[in-house]
């Protein structure tokens, strides 16, 4: 079928014939330098909340971040199903013509979602903008979510993705450590297990109400790397027109109680590989203002223990308790979210060298908490952490996510340079006060394995 052509843009076709050196967009970001800053700028269009961030080149990548993570879900897969009816049949296109057209025009599309946040989106030349933000707009509030599609796609997606969650000792203790530390909300598993009844609480319908409820303008923020915002600003309200300003009446509003911090011990029997996480409480995200604490993404990398020079053990204080257990492999992470934060430590390989290589990680925390910690080794953890939120920041999804979700909270985008200065006036000290104060609260624990050998948080000096 012939794709045809739109007012505003090209049709597949005259894309392929069209010579890129008389490209405006294609002659200004050959011609202009980065300017080395990566600002995002906010607005608001017809009533959805737009950020934008001018970068310099030829490939556009858009999102429609809304507030329709696992936290915010009335019940047990409603996200999952939302997600994966993303790009299916809708009003104006049937599943196999979105394909088609996307794939003439050379994009790319996007679908997932994390514990706060549904992400639809798309990577394509940056001239096809007014395309792509009609096809977001088309998911949005156009979406066919019939009976046959969940039955034949949605359902069988949802119990693959349960089938390898189940297969990894490593995501079962990541989505068990959550659970302990939040309960319900951010607590709540990413994925339904295969014990959720979902017969019980998902079908075509109820996503759809749901979607009612995702999709309102209150509740949503498009957000683009690779566009002009007066760009955004001129099409969205066009392509968007037919989103709710609000969630209907009659449909649950979206709980947004703070999360609270709980702290504890939960212990599964696998049979397939031997994790271990050890959590405390961290600190949420930069777009939160001042309950956010630079010194936790720095006390991660200092903690570190993965190495990030070759040849090297690296100078991270877990990843040389590591070197003395062969076979286990030690990872610290910092997962950020509005309101909170979760410091946690991945331990995997055999049971016996888990249980040692943890005791001595144990031992190195306290070490920091009393301030034995050289300063040369905080120098590189204040670089380290640095780097890694510039990196992120720079990483399109990353800077898309946090940028939506801050707008969608009320508050500013995710603004790196902002980040790297506050990282940068991070002490010694700083490090000190934090770890003391991680090792006097409740710490978080799920061993996931062989339980006999796996340690319990008394062996580890831990209080839960």
């Not at 017969?199 to 996503?207: G, I």
């Not at 303008?217 to 392509?239: C, Q, R, T």
Request: charged fraction near 20%.
């Amino acid at each position: 079928m012939m794709l045809r052509p739109r007012p505003g843009f090209r049709s597949a076709t005259s894309a392929l014939e069209r010579p890129t050196h008389g490209c405006p967009s294609c002659r200004r970001a050959f011609a202009v330098p980065a300017s080395g800053t990566f600002q995002y700028h906010a607005s608001e269009a017809g009533g959805v909340k737009i950020a934008s961030r001018d970068l310099p080149g030829l490939t556009t990548t858009l999102a429609l971040v809304a507030k329709a993570g696992t936290r915010y879900q009335p019940l047990p897969g409603f996200t999952e199903g939302l997600e994966r009816f993303a790009f299916m049949n809708n009003q104006k296109r049937t599943a196999l013509r979105v394909t088609r057209e996307v794939e003439l025009l050379g994009g790319k599309l996007i679908a997932y979602h994390s514990r706060e946040n549904l992400v639809i989106g798309a990577k394509f030349l940056r001239e096809d903008l007014p395309y792509f933000i009609e096809l977001l707009g088309d998911v949005a509030t156009k979406t066919r979510y019939t009976t046959y599609e969940f039955d034949e796609e949605i359902v069988p997606g949802i119990k693959l993705a349960q089938k390898k969650l189940e297969a990894n000792s490593t995501e079962l203790a990541i989505n068990s450590a959550h659970g302990v530390a939040f309960h319900r909300g951010l607590g709540d598993p990413l994925h339904p297990t295969s014990a959720t009844p979902l017969a019980k609480y998902l079908s075509a319908d109820y996503v759809q109400a749901y979607a009612s409820v995702a999709y309102a303008k209150s509740n949503f923020a498009l957000v683009a790397n690779g566009a002009g915002p007066d760009d955004l600003v001129k099409w969205a309200p066009e392509f968007f027109a037919d989103a709710p300003s609000a969630p209907p009446a009659e449909m649950p509003k979206v709980e947004d109680r703070p999360t609270k911090y709980y702290g504890g011990e939960e212990r599964i029997a696998h049979a397939s590989g031997n994790t271990l996480v050890i959590a405390f409480p961290g600190t949420s995200s930069f777009t939160a203002g001042r309950s956010y604490q630079p010194e936790i993404p720095v006390l991660a990398a200092l903690l570190g223990g993965q190495p990030t020079v070759k040849w090297s053990s690296g100078f991270s204080l877990f990843a040389k308790a590591a070197a003395a257990h062969p076979g286990v492999k030690v990872a610290t992470s910092h997962a950020t979210y509005s309101d909170a934060g979760l410091l946690y430590t991945i331990f995997t390989g055999p049971p016996k060298a888990i249980r040692d290589a943890a005791k001595d990680a144990v031992h190195g925390l306290q070490e920091v908490a009393a301030g034995r910690v050289q300063a040369d080794d905080v120098r590189k953890a204040v670089a380290l952490a640095k780097f890694d939120a510039l990196e992120a920041g720079e990483h399109v999804e990353t800077g898309l996510e946090l940028t939506g979700a801050g707008l969608i909270q009320g508050r500013s985008p995710f603004q790196i340079d902002q980040v790297a200065t506050r990282i940068d006036a991070v002490t010694g000290e700083h490090l000190t006060k934090a770890a003391k104060s991680l090792l006097e609260g409740k710490a978080t624990i799920s061993a996931v394995g062989d339980l006999f050998v796996l340690p319990f948080a008394e062996e580890l000096e831990l209080t839960v």
